[in-house]
């Protein structure tokens, strides 16, 4: 009862701030896409990566044994006066593989094979402009371990789990949208509670289900390029796709991708560029110039996705190639990464098992 009543206590206590509707800078990162916010009082101002795919909220704490070795944080949990180590009886701490003696020491992977390793605590954090916001659960993390470099100093989780910050928040519904991942000087948004709508054109918004709780799985139906509808087999799909904004590239089943690349080397009149580190197709372009490439359309059930050339295609124009930014699948899970839901409102009705989206100039948000 007493854990109860403190759970109820801080949650009373974070929805007495501002409505807690709020908004947060996103930008782009190397591949990922950060979000600004601050932790501690005084608040300290970081970055971190803005992740759906995942539900723990954590930031690198000091002194650590294993740093993420660009982040620029220099969070010590001693020095705010609003932090706290989460006790073994907390009921957060049941939900993190940990052990337990006096604190709550936790251990998280990421299917990337990435980890955190700290003691679960609660601070307050700022977004944006906002009001600071007690209370929030999250990993102090003392022991890091990413394999792709960047200079985040955290994760935010925005899964559907109890950890994230979507669910200790109680939002119904929060959006993104995210600028072109080869514009480093413009920045997006995450807009948090009622700030959370497309205000784009009705005839623009498209919806369609979310089917799972454990991820954010969408119900793909089919991939054309340009009119032509690939000859995907109906069950390819059977174990859906989650859309994630902490993976870059789209990660599809080998039988559908083998359809794409098959498809792509009928409509492209360039040569393929061979030996390409990390894709699996690539063209050589000539002279620099970039071909104009039809549209590919995910199907998803009651609601078409176009993406433009710019979303499924990687141009180097330096180098002289364009790439497929997609990637075959190691295991039998589909992925829907964020360089395909580049300059698109995305807006995740958490609450209506829905998801909503909208093409959209993002800097402008």
Same mark, same amino acid.
């Given at each position: ?20 509707? $709020? ?47 660009? /982040? ?5 949990? #001693?020095?705010? /006066? ?65 394999? +792709? ?15 994230? @910050?979507? !669910? ?6 929060? #959006?993104?949208? @995210? ?40 119900? @793909? ?6 009119? +032509? ?36 080397? #009928? ?6 560029? *061979? ?5 699996? @197709? ?33 141009? $180097? ?12 699948? !190691? ?6 990464? *964020? ?27």
């Amino acid at each position: 009862m007493r854990r109860s009543q403190h759970r109820m206590d801080a949650l009373g206590e974070m929805l007495t701030v501002s409505g807690i509707d $709020d908004r947060a800078t996103v930008h782009d990162g190397l591949g990922e896409y950060m979000m600004d916010l601050a932790v501690g009082t005084p608040a300290l101002a970081f970055s971190a990566i803005m992740d759906t795919g995942s539900d723990l909220v954590w930031a690198q704490c000091r002194p650590c044994v294993e740093c993420l070795p660009h /982040s620029p944080l220099r969070y010590v949990p #001693s020095n705010s /006066s609003t932090y706290s180590a989460s006790p073994c009886t907390d009921s957060y701490c049941k939900a993190l593989p940990s052990t337990c003696t006096t604190a709550c020491q936790y251990h998280y992977d990421y299917m990337d094979s990435s980890w955190t390793d700290g003691v679960l605590s609660t601070e307050t954090f700022t977004f944006g402009s906002g009001d600071p916001i007690p209370n929030i659960t999250f990993g102090c993390g003392y022991n890091n371990s990413f394999n +792709t470099p960047f200079y985040a100093s955290g994760l935010v989780g925005l899964g559907p789990g109890s950890l994230s @910050l979507v !669910s200790q928040l109680g939002f119904g519904k929060f #959006s993104y949208c @995210l600028t072109s991942i080869d514009d480093l000087s413009s920045t997006g948004a995450l807009l948090l509670g009622s700030l959370a709508e497309l205000k784009e054109p009705a005839s623009a918004i498209r919806s369609t289900p979310l089917v799972a709780d454990s991820y954010y799985f969408l119900d @793909l139906r089919g991939i054309s390029v340009g009119a +032509t509808l690939l000859p995907i087999p109906s069950d390819t799909f059977a174990n859906k796709i989650f859309i994630d904004s902490g993976t870059t590239f789209t990660v599809l089943p080998r039988a559908a991708l083998e359809l794409v690349k098959h498809e792509l080397l #009928s409509v492209v009149d360039l040569p393929p560029a *061979n030996d390409i580190p990390w894709f699996d @197709l690539c063209f050589q372009l000539k002279s620099g110039e970039v071909p104009q490439l039809p549209d590919m359309t995910f199907h998803f059930s009651g609601a078409d996705m176009v993406l433009p050339m710019p979303n499924y295609m990687v141009v $180097d124009t330096e180098a002289g190639v364009m790439c497929l930014a997609m990637k075959p699948s !190691s295991v039998p899970m589909s992925i829907f990464g *964020n360089f395909q839901q580049q300059n698109m409102h995305i807006l995740y009705d958490v609450a209506g098992k829905t998801l909503s989206f909208a093409p959209a100039e993002c800097q402008k948000l």
